[in-house]
């Protein structure tokens, strides 16, 4: 099961700033994607929030308990996520985008000034988050 699971979901530092100490939520938010052609079953444990068919997955809540895990951690058995169809666990954590240079990149200020907007307009930024 190497490589299924995002590392930040081990870096406790990061999580606590990000407000995920269990003091504070009950809940972490994870993005699962699906392999090739499984079905796209809600994991034990979960309550998904968003479905995200441009990855093949969905962002879910889980429940801080030891379902989800157990089940994804769960070997030799044909109940454990992967039999669900979960290849990958990501954190769905919060970033903030420093667009400073690829605005200028892109020439987003001749766009401006033409009063373009980009409002209404779906973008998915891997490095930065999936709509």
């Known amino acids: 099961r190497a490589g299924r699971l995002d590392r930040r979901l081990f870096d406790v530092s990061a999580l606590l700033r990000q407000g995920l100490a269990d003091s504070r939520t009950g809940e972490l ?26 990855v093949h997955g969905a962002a879910v809540a889980a429940a801080k308990g030891r379902v989800f895990w157990r089940d994804f951690t769960r070997r030799g058995t044909a109940r454990g996520l992967a039999a669900d169809g979960v290849d990958k666990v990501w954190l769905d954590g919060r970033v903030t985008a420093d667009l400073a240079e690829s605005n200028a990149q892109i020439g987003t200020a001749k766009a401006w000034q033409a009063g373009l907007t980009g409002k209404g307009v779906t973008v998915a930024v891997l490095d930065t988050g999936v709509d």
């Open 29 to 54: 938010p994870l993005i699962v994607t699906y392999g090739k052609g499984a079905r796209t079953a809600t994991p034990p444990g979960t309550e998904r929030t968003r479905a995200l068919a441009s």
